[in-house]
């Protein structure tokens, strides 16, 4: 256990900060025996069916100083090629060409995927290691509208499990009545207020708006 003081943009506060897996299982506890020994190293057959009906997953990747980016990746569901019970492959699609995720694997390959099923509170995770790829047969099975990615993501497969529904119940996230979209300013205004504030907010809103859907593999 160790207490420092902490800097905040308000204030100076008193942090008691975990120091070791010791003092956090001792807050926590341990696992039980099905919790800890649910990690596999191959898809099985009710892994399949969840990758053919997701649309959507977060993919997790780290540079080689061990700095984080989370990347969202959406497409149809079944997006994620099963090439065998051990390989997926991901498409990489039109985007900002910031590439975060992909610099990160050139410098260390491990990546964490968590894919979610729209309206089911347990989620699909899988850690393994990155290559990219920038053609391969299997290319010609990812087109969207036309698109045929320039590259794809091949992840070889260490340890695939669920996770369970906690989080997703807690944050009532499939929850109608509990979406508030214009809580914050839209898209548009974001923008405006920090990214691009020389350009008119007509024009961004107008970049942002109902075509902008249109232009998803363009």
Not at 26 to 44: T, V
Not at 143 to 157: D, F, Q, S, T
Request: charged share 30%; proline share 7%.
């Amino acid at each position: 256990m160790t207490t420092r003081e902490w800097a905040g943009d308000a204030e100076t506060r008193q942090v008691t900060e975990v120091a070791s897996e010791r003092e956090l299982r001792e807050l926590i506890g341990e696992p039980n025996d099905r919790a800890a020994n649910k990690i596999r190293s191959r898809l099985h057959d009710l892994d399949r069916q969840w990758l053919a009906r997701s649309p959507f997953c977060y993919l997790a990747t780290a540079d080689a100083e061990g700095r984080c980016d989370v990347s969202p990746k959406g497409d149809p569901a079944g997006f994620t090629l099963v090439l065998d019970d051990a390989t997926l492959a991901i498409p990489d699609r039109p985007g900002n060409k910031r590439l975060d995720g992909f610099r990160n694997i050139l410098a260390n390959p491990q990546v964490g995927l968590n894919y979610v099923l729209p309206g089911r509170s347990d989620t699909l995770r899988i850690n393994g290691r990155g290559r990219i790829l920038r053609d391969a047969p299997f290319f010609d099975d990812m087109v969207v509208k036309g698109n045929r990615p320039r590259l794809a993501l091949l992840v070889e497969i260490d340890e695939v499990f669920y996770h369970c529904s906690k989080a997703f119940l807690r944050s009532q996230l499939w929850q109608p009545e509990s979406w508030q979209p214009d809580a914050v300013p839209s898209r548009a205004r974001i923008a405006k207020g920090i990214e691009a504030p020389d350009i008119p907010l007509e024009q961004l809103e107008a970049h942002y708006g109902a075509g902008y859907a249109d232009r998803l593999y363009g």
